[in-house]
């Protein structure tokens, strides 16, 4: 399995934005695409937002399209969610994960970053 390290969780208020990053040291994953899903408390995992291995097709679930931008950059083994005008219910630890199967099927976890929206 490939090992997967996010980062870039925090607080933000309602409408703030955050980065997150997902990196796998020693290892690429320039040829697989990669997801971001999410777990609230109480929850089950979901499924957020997928990027191909070229970086050239994405998908979303509607309830983050025109706020969350997933992209990668190969070079760096490295794939991003940039989020922007957050809002309480993306509250959620957040998990990278290499996709076996486009565009919500996952493979290796990352460990999760928390992500906290306050209102």
């Known amino acids: 399995q490939v090992q997967l390290v996010e980062s870039g969780g925090g607080l933000v208020q309602v409408g703030g934005s955050l980065r997150l990053s997902c990196a796998a040291p020693?290892?690429?994953?320039?040829?697989?695409?990669m997801g971001w899903f999410r777990q609230a408390v109480g929850k089950e995992r979901e499924f957020v937002a997928a990027?191909?291995?070229?970086?050239?097709?994405?998908y979303y679930i509607d309830s983050v399209k025109s706020r969350f931008t997933i992209s990668r950059d190969n070079a760096k083994n490295t794939v991003y969610l940039q989020m922007n005008s957050l809002k309480p219910e993306d509250t959620a630890v957040y998990y990278c994960?290499?996709?076996?199967?486009?565009?919500?099927?996952?493979?290796?976890w990352g460990q999760g970053t928390q992500v906290t929206v306050s209102s």
């Open positions: 020693g290892r690429t994953f320039i040829s697989t695409a």
């Open positions: 994960a290499v996709l076996v199967e486009w565009p919500r099927t996952a493979g290796s």
């Open positions: 990027v191909s291995w070229s970086g050239g097709t994405t």
